[in-house]
Each structure stands twice: as C-alpha cells, then as structure tokens.
C-alpha cells in the first residue's frame, strides 16, 4: 500500500515547531491569509529556521498578489503555495513562470517548489472544476459561506470519484476520521489543522496520535 502524505496546516508558534519536528508530518503549512493562524513573513521566516528541514512548507494564500506569494518561496520561506482564493488559470501560469526561473536560478540541489490549488467542495461540478487547474496538487476542502477554508468540517467524499488528480483532503480531518478517509478517497495526502488543536492551538498529544495513527495502519 502507498504511503499517505500528512500534511498538517496552521504553524503559528515555536511550540508548534517543535510539536512538528517531534512527530514528522511530511509537510506542514503557513497561514499567509487573513486568519486567527496568520503568520508574518518575519514569523514565517523565524519558524522555518527552528523547523526540520526534511519537512516540506507550504504557505496558505487567498487572492494574495503573485510577485509576493512567489517571493516567499525565492526566499526560501515556503516551497509550495496553496491558493485557497479566485486564483485562475493565469495567475497560476505567472506563479508558475517565477517558479520555473526560482528552481533554475537557485544554488540549492534538487529544489523542488510547487502549487496546490485548493478546492471548496459543495457539488460534483468543484471536482470538474478541480480536475481543470494547471497545478501539481488539488487540495480539496469543504465549501463555506463564512470563509475560504478551514472550518473543519468535512463534504461528501463520495464526490470525490471522479477526481482523476493528486489530491490532499481537507475539511475536518481529525485522527477519529483520518483512517476512514484515506481507505475511502485514496488521497495523495490528508491535511489537519483544527482537528489537531484543544483551545485553539496545537496539541502535541492530537498531532502524536494523528501521525502515528495514519503511520501504524497505512504506511
């Protein structure tokens, strides 16, 4: 059985570092957007230096302008964006152009930086539509009025059958459902952020738990 990537989003504090770097999620994401885990470029930075630096950043935008999102990752703060917002096809093909000369211009071996391309899932028409991006992962995420992602609550997921390209799942991920979803969607990876917190805020024990869990029972 193929290994199931674990992504776990919201990385606001040197503790959450630590939590992290403790129990080897295989990415791990920045919130550059408007949100309760908003993280600065200068707290970004400060955050990916104490980080391990096996584990692979994303940072989390909404609409956010292209030449700054593909700053982060020319500094080497981030090496994916995940674009939770309106972002279309040419902005992703401007993102992609700064990506292309990142990697070609950079001194470090084997750069590898990327788009995820999230998608809010109410109908079958967002797996069409998700199946359209010109992107190297889809991250599928539950459709809300009240904000662009990240209310932890979780869709359908018999929609997602006709999805026909890697794909992380969002959407009240937690290591209760974390099993279940990944022997249902097959995903390239799941991605947890409030599952994995008690007050707001990272829990070590949650994020133990989820990793080992998913580790112990799927590879």
């Known amino acids: 059985m193929s290994t199931t990537k674990i992504k776990i989003c919201g990385l606001r504090r040197l503790e959450d570092v630590e939590y992290v770097n403790r129990n080897m999620p295989d990415y791990i994401g920045f919130v550059f957007a408007k949100s309760k885990r908003q993280v600065s470029e200068e707290l970004a930075e400060e955050l990916k230096n104490a980080l391990n630096p096996a584990l692979i950043r994303v940072g989390v935008f909404v609409n956010q302008p292209v030449e700054w999102v593909a700053s982060l990752i020319q500094k080497d703060i981030i090496q994916y964006a995940q674009l ?8 992703i093909t401007r993102l992609r152009t700064y990506l292309d000369k990142t990697e070609v211009d950079s001194d470090v071996t084997d750069k590898k930086t990327g788009i995820i391309k999230a998608v809010r899932v109410k109908e079958e028409a967002d797996i069409e539509r998700a199946n359209s991006y010109d992107c190297d992962y889809i991250l599928l995420d539950t459709f809300s009025v009240e904000c662009e992602g990240g209310n932890g ?3 359908d997921w018999s929609m997602i059958k006709k999805m026909n390209k890697p794909f992380f799942l969002a959407g009240g991920i937690t290591q209760e459902n974390a099993l ?3 022997q249902e969607v097959k995903p390239y990876g799941v ?3 409030s599952g994995l917190e008690t007050d707001g805020f990272k829990d070590e024990e949650k994020i133990k738990n989820f990793v080992e ?3 112990k029972n799927i590879g």
Request: aromatic share 10%.
């Open 84 to 91: 939770h917002g309106d972002e279309d096809a040419e902005y």
């Open 191 to 193: 991605d947890a952020s």
């Open 153 to 155: 609550k979780t869709f």
């Open 213 to 215: 869990k998913i580790r």
């Open 180 to 182: 279940q979803a990944i």
